[in-house]
Each structure stands twice: as structure tokens, then as C-alpha cells.
């Protein structure tokens, strides 16, 4: 399961709150793994792609056991909100996460698969698109001049809707 978990809320009494990072997603939440995310640490993020936490697959986590060790890891730390972002797997996760914990649980599709059901379009399929977009546009001037085709190979697992958007925008 690919799990990107990116942030999670913890209410302090003080009615001030805390962000927590927890790396590589749900192994990082499974152990327990976290760092405090603060305006500080997040400024200047916005324009990178992919995640500062790193994901990672977590095989442990589709088991009864990882996802009991995850919903202590929550009581443990006093979490009241997990935001999710990622894909079908970090949701599946997530809804059989809610079965176990009474945190609140919210999910932000961001996949490079744009293929999370009821979205249009994913975070992380426009930053995937984008940047193999501008990088297609700049070899294309190689290809053409040395009369040569360039064979271009992108991700998106199992849909291919990341290479039709991007075959259709550079013109293949």
C-alpha cells in the first residue's frame, strides 16, 4: 500500500495545535516516526513535487497487527485529525485505519494514477504531467534536428491516464 501520509493534527489542551509529519507514511506512523511540521520547516515547499516526508510501500500495514500498532501510534501521541494525501491504497488504508481508531481521518487525492474515484484531477498527476511536459519539450529539439525518435516512458501503474494527458498535450 502507498501510503502518503503527510500531516496529522494534535489538539493540545492550550487549544493551540500541533502539525506531525510522519515519514514515509504509514511505516513512519507504524513506528511511530514523526517530525513536527511548522511554518518554519513547510515554508518554501510549494513549488517542489512528491513529498518532503518520503513514502514508502508498507506491507506491515495491511495486516491486523500494523494497523493496530498504527491506531496506538495515534492514541499514543493524543491525535485527534490524519490527513491523508495520496491514492486508492493510502484510502483503502485510511478506511480500514477509521475501523480501528476513533481519530477523525480526512483523505487529499494526490496521486501521479489520477485514479481515485470522484476526482477529476489529482495534486500529484499535475505535478507528474507538468514536468514531463517541459522536459519533453526540451529534447524535442534533438529529436528533430538529428532526424531521430525519442521513445519516452512515464509512470502511472496500472491506468495510463499520466501518459494519454501528457501524449495529448506534447503532441504525439
Known amino acids: ?18 502539525v506531525l ?9 507504524i513506528k511511530n516516526t514523526f517530525t513536527p511540521l511548522t511554518p518554519r520547516s513547510v515554508g518554501g515547499i510549494m513549488q517542489l513535487g512528491g513529498t518532503i516526508l518520503h513514502t514508502s510501500r508498507c506491507p506491515k500495514f495491511k495486516t491486523k497487527e500494523g494497523i493496530g500498532k498504527a491506531a ?6 493524543h491525535i485527534d485529525g490524519l490527513v491523508i494525501i495520496g491514492g486508492n491504497g ?12 476513533d481519530t477523525l481521518i480526512v483523505g487529499i487525492p494526490a496521486s501521479i494514477d489520477n485514479d481515485v474515484f470522484g476526482t477529476e484531477e489529482t495534486i500529484g498527476f499535475d505535478t507528474a504531467e ?27 501503474r496500472e491506468r495510463g491516464f499520466l501518459a494519454l ?8
Open 21 to 29: 509529519g510522519f515519514r514515509r507514511g504509514w511505516e513512519g506512523l
Open 90 to 101: 493510502s484510502f483503502n488504508g485510511a478506511l480500514e485505519l477509521s475501523r480501528s481508531t
Open 130 to 156: 507538468n514536468t514531463a511536459v517541459a522536459e519533453i519539450d526540451k529534447i524535442r529539439d534533438t529529436a528533430v534536428s538529428n532526424d531521430r525518435v525519442f521513445m519516452i516512458e512515464v509512470m502511472g
Open 165 to 172: 494527458g501528457i501524449g495529448l498535450t506534447v503532441g504525439a
Open 72 to 77: 496506538e501510534t495515534l492514541a499514543s501521541n
Open 1 to 18: 500500500m502507498n501510503a502518503a501520509i503527510r500531516a496529522v493534527v494534535r489538539i493540545a489542551h492550550s487549544k493551540k495545535f500541533q
